[in-house]
């Protein structure tokens, strides 16, 4: 288990505004996912975690290792750390096959016992046909999947990846998610995974970290995070894109219900626990819960369209509806013919998508 | 440069005076005895060139791992005395390493104490100034090289437990062969030539620290045609090849 709290200040630069990292998670075994924009401070916890960089303060600790300190002065070097590191760009020697980058690591195990451990881990990761060849022969998964294997032949108490899918064509992103899904059963390493892509945090995430602006805006798991964002900035971040401002008129807690005004009308939503009758919500929409029908009724409203977006799975209308809201809709491919040619068209809220903001 | 050097020779009376006497009597160490030509300035050439580029290798990657990885005061200080034997007249440079290698200098007695001879005017000295002219080449070359490896694969080393000295010899200096193999020709190419500085501290005694470029020097200046176009070519041949098994070197390697 890692636990780490550190605190990084940077200055502002020529070009650089100042930054302030302030984050303290814990991670046990299962893959925890660091999720947020770039620039957010998830590759700068890695760093530190894995003693490139050093915190101004703080604490680290893996298992029973303090691996940093900052009261105490404690600083562990990298090769001290045991944190196993897969880089963006693989940092697989070029100067070296694939078995040799694997014996490089292992170069600490007795002789025996390393070859028994390279040939183990080639055939783990179905590279052992490719083992004579230098990284820049193999293709870009099996490069991965090196890099993987080199990280985790040293028997790392910790795992960090960091943007490990970027750059993969998507076959070889779903290929990474099942490898990385059956590695968390077979090595048991809490692993911290950096994305920014959020089908990789939902694909392989137990646990989820949502960075913004240099702290942890949000944990929990993946789907409970994505119900319930604590802010804008992080709907944003999970592809919520219609903000909408409502007023609770009547709450039944005994049927998950209550009743909303919203759009210039009343509208049927789930039971906020913990709102009254009178507040004042933000409610956060996502653009593929909303459905277009053909007419009026129950949690339906009228809207303008204003934009549309060609997307691979149907079409994205930019609508305004009544008190100037901006609703946006995804309409699948085999609605979007009609949809696209209309100038007006009705949308129905399901109360299951109108999700509030956690105050 | 060419003007200073018979004064210079001029600062050694007596060795001049020697010199005059070994080329009456046309005395060579080891060339066959019905050859006109002397070879000795030629193989002391290589042999002060193959020990002054092994120096000036090993000082040379010394000074850019220091340069490239560790920052200390006095850094840039250390930076712009490396490069200056590269920008200096030859003859300024002679004349400072006369005066640091001198027999009235710390170095000199040093030298004197170990080896119960003195430094300069001995072909030692040509090694001296061969070296202190290699060093800039490696260590300009080979800094470069080194800050240019991938920060990520050292990264990547250092987690996997390797220590920094393994992590050099196995990841980074194999890395930077290339570029290193390379000023380390020119290392030599340069030592080969240098004409200059070895004549201020080496001076230009026949059969002892006569080197290849300044027999040649000499031979034309007495007249002789045939030991200078001897020397010549072979100095253009062996140049030329070392530059093509270099360039093939590099070729080859390639991981």
């Not at chain 1, 303090?66 to 963006?88: I, M, S």
Request: net charge positive; glycine share 8%.
């Amino acid at each position: 288990m890692i636990q780490a709290r550190m605190r990084r200040h940077f200055a502002a630069g020529a070009e650089s505004a100042a930054f302030d990292l302030d984050v303290e998670f814990e991670a046990r075994e299962g893959v925890t996912v660091m999720f947020g924009a770039s620039g957010a401070g998830k590759t700068l916890t890695l760093d530190c975690l894995a003693g490139f960089a050093r915190p101004d303060s703080g604490r680290i600790l893996l298992d029973d290792r303090l691996l940093y300190d900052g009261d105490a002065g404690v600083c562990l070097r990298p090769q001290e750390r045991g944190c196993g590191y897969v880089f963006q760009n693989y940092a697989l020697f070029p100067h070296m096959t694939l078995r040799e980058n694997l014996v490089f690591a292992a170069e600490r195990l007795p002789r025996l016992e390393r070859h028994r451990r390279v040939n183990e881990m080639l055939e783990r990761f179905r590279i052992a046909e490719f083992a004579g060849r230098y990284p820049h022969e193999v293709s870009g998964g099996q490069k991965q999947r090196g890099s993987i294997a080199r990280a985790l032949i040293v028997q790392p108490r910790l795992l960090l990846l960091d943007e490990p899918a970027r750059g993969l064509d998507a076959p070889l992103r779903e290929d990474l998610y099942d490898l990385l899904r059956d590695l968390r059963q077979e090595f048991r390493v809490p692993t911290l995974l950096v994305t920014h892509d959020i089908e990789a945090a939902f694909a392989v995430g137990d646990e989820m970290l949502v960075y913004h602006d240099g702290r942890i805006a949000q944990r929990g798991k993946p789907r409970a995070v994505l119900n319930q964002p604590v802010s804008e900035a992080v709907a944003r971040l999970f592809g919520y894109d219609t903000f909408l401002e409502a007023e609770v008129l009547k709450l039944n807690p005994a049927e998950d219900r209550s009743t909303l005004r919203l759009l210039s009308g009343e509208f049927q939503g789930p039971y906020y626990p913990g709102s009254l009758i009178g507040d004042h919500l933000t409610l956060c929409v996502h653009p593929d819960e909303l459905r277009v029908v053909d007419d009026g009724g129950a949690n339906r409203c009228a809207g303008v369209v204003t934009g549309t977006v060609e997307r691979p799975g149907g079409v994205r209308l930019r609508l305004m509806m009544p008190g100037s809201a901006g609703v946006t809709v995804d309409v699948p491919r085999a609605q979007s013919q009609t949809a696209a040619e209309r100038k007006e068209l009705w949308v129905e809220f399901p109360p299951a998508a109108l999700h509030t903001l956690r105050k | 440069m060419r003007q200073h050097s018979p004064n210079q020779s001029g600062r050694a009376p007596k060795r001049l005076l020697a010199r005059c006497v070994t080329d009456s009597r046309q005395v060579g160490d080891n060339e066959l005895p019905n050859m006109a030509l002397n070879w000795f300035p030629l193989w002391l050439s290589l042999r002060v060139a193959g020990i002054a580029t092994a120096i000036s290798l090993a000082t040379g990657i010394f000074l850019a791992y220091v340069l490239a990885n560790r920052s200390f005061r006095g850094r840039d200080v250390l930076d712009a005395v490396v490069t200056l034997p590269l920008t200096l007249p030859p003859t300024v440079l002679g004349y400072y390493l006369l005066v640091a290698i001198g027999q009235r200098s710390p170095v000199g007695q040093m030298y004197k104490w170990l080896f119960h001879s003195q430094l300069v005017f001995t072909w030692q000295a040509a090694v001296v100034a061969s070296t202190v002219h290699g060093i800039p080449l490696l260590v300009r070359t080979a800094r470069a090289a080194l800050l240019s490896v991938d920060h990520n694969l050292e990264r990547a080393a250092r987690t996997l437990g390797a220590s920094e000295w393994r992590l050099f010899w196995r990841i980074t200096l194999p890395l930077t062969r290339r570029s290193i193999v390379a000023a380390t020709v020119l290392a030599f190419a340069r030592s080969l030539g240098d004409f200059g500085t070895t004549l201020m501290i080496a001076g230009d005694i026949p059969g002892r620290t006569q080197t290849a470029s300044i027999a040649i020097f000499d031979a034309v200046e007495s007249g002789d045609g045939m030991t200078a176009r001897a020397l010549v070519l072979v100095i253009s041949a062996v140049t030329i090849g070392i530059v093509w098994l270099a360039n093939r070197m590099e070729t080859t390697v390639r991981g």
